[in-house]
């Protein structure tokens, strides 16, 4: 298992993570404006732990990932889908599936 400084050091360069980040910086700021602690109170994950995912200094578990979007109203993979776009503007790239259609 990582330390929390390993974890830390690789969070800070991948790009899915800076995505992530931005997804839930930017749906702070579409709903209302709510505050770091507010979405913390509403998810039940520390506001401090917030503040370091939207800096992509922290690697969240899935189940905090849930537990955000469910602050949100809406299924992680929805969040992770907004994840995913933010972490493309800033050069991640993926195999795009053979069923579905590239992406605008």
């Known amino acids: 298992m990582p330390s929390e400084d390993e974890n830390r050091r690789g969070a800070e360069r991948d790009p899915l993570l800076i995505g992530l980040g931005r997804a839930i910086r930017r749906l702070r700021f579409e709903n209302d404006d709510i505050s770091q602690e507010q979405l ?3 998810s039940d994950v520390h506001r401090n732990y917030i503040g370091g995912i939207e800096r992509a200094e ?3 578990t899935l189940l905090s ?4 979007a469910g602050a949100f109203q809406m299924r ?3 969040l992770l889908e907004l994840a995913e776009r933010e972490a493309e ?3 991640a790239f993926w195999p795009q599936p053979a069923n579905e259609p590239p992406r605008e």
Do not use: E, L, N, T
Not at 65 to 68: C, D, H, L, N, R
């Open 76 to 78: 992680p993979s929805q």
């Open 89 to 91: 503007r800033h050069g």
């Open 40 to 42: 913390g109170q509403d």
């Open 65 to 68: 990932v849930a537990k955000i």
């Open 58 to 60: 922290r690697m969240p």
